[in-house]
């Protein structure tokens, strides 16, 4: 397997695994301005998307790695296992099998969990010889999950921050500075599993690992460093990262509490925090509509990576070769294509709506610029322009370029353009003061101005 850089980036870009589901959406019971505009923000994340978003979801979950720190903690645990005298001596024989038999071991777990886990597993360079790897954990959300994040004053530290059924209500007796926001979330941010293979395992020590959880509060990482602890207690001398991955990505939401609701808030007090786990540092006014964000992007990226049929067409292609429309109709980008552009070249722009029978909804013109070619677009617009004018009861065209000019109270218009002034009744110059000319006048006129001017030329010949 490849090996990178440990301070910096993984080796492989890590991909998380497929799970499709709809666009996230959230509800606030109360929360200042800027909390509810930045948690707005993060949801206007289009899914349905016209393509422009694709290289934003290429790596989606390195804002959650903290790889540095990850490495940090590592490195502290081997130096306190080599002080302690945890480490097998090669010098003597019979450790030097153990250690021998124990690196293979490591090895074939390795390769089975590379095939297990795909790319969501990046193998780092080894530290001191030791083999060092971070595992992208996703949690499986079946129906979603809704997120219950609390806000406390400054003078109420004695709760211990859980959300009761009705969260998304305020309470009278709470604060006037206390709210709570709710949201529900398709795909949750992932949960990072680091960890460094001393030679001692699996035959007498555990992994020294790291668990990087960047949205969840410090005590329920802390709770599960304490059952990946359990669970090598129970299988001393076994290969223990398939187990602790598979729990924490099953049973480590339940094990919190959270198989129902998931409450974020103020750190409970603890006695002693486990320096293996890496939680929130930010603030939640700051982590909500990041985890907003994460999951409408998921939502994007299983959209890409999903087939659909194209109920035009009935052809089965991924989602990067359709258009999903705001009503949430999808169909292939040939077809919309094809269908958009025989409407702007006929002129029928009432027919560019959605093609399900039933749904009369519009193509955004954001999607009309992607479909359309250059020229035709700018037919587009200038017909739905043309439609628009001509919809305006102030609006009239000048008679000599057709501009569109806006009437006065008068009847009395100018052009933007060639700055004539007409009467936009009977398109005549303008006759303040004088009714407009009915035809049969319009016509004498023309016939006497017709007189005149072959009576000029007759005197000039003459």
Partial sequence: MAAASVGATNSRAVQPHRNPSPEPSSQASSSSPSFSSRAAEAEAWPVSCDGGAEEDVLHLDSLWVAAAEAESRLEEAAMAAAAA????????????????????RQDDELMALEAIYGDDLAELENKGALRYFQICIHYELHGGAEVCARFYSVNRNGEDGRCTDDCTEQHEEDEPNDFSYSCNFEHLPPLILTCLLPQSYPSKEPPYFAITAKWMDGPNVCQLCEMLDTIWAELPGEEVVYRWVEWIRTSSLPHLGFDTKITLGLDIPMHKVDNRAISRSLPLESVIPLMLSYSSKKCYQVFLEDLHVCMICLNESK??????????????????????????????????????????????????KRLLGEEEFERWDKLTLEKALNSMSDVVHCPRCAIGCVEDEDNNAQCPKCCFVFCSVCKDPRHPGKLCLTLEEKLQRQQVEMHLKSRMRYDLTD
């Fill in 319 to 368: 989602g990067s070769n359709f258009i999903k429309l705001p009503c949430q109709h999808m169909f292939c980008v040939k077809c919309m294509e094809t269908l958009c552009r025989m409407h702007v070249k006929e002129g029928t722009l009432f027919q560019l709506v959605c093609p399900d029978t039933k749904c009369t909804a519009s193509i955004p013109p954001y999607l009309l």
């Fill in 85 to 104: 005298g945890l480490r097998l001596c090669a010098e003597n024989e019979a450790e030097a099998d153990e250690i021998r038999d124990n690196l293979q």
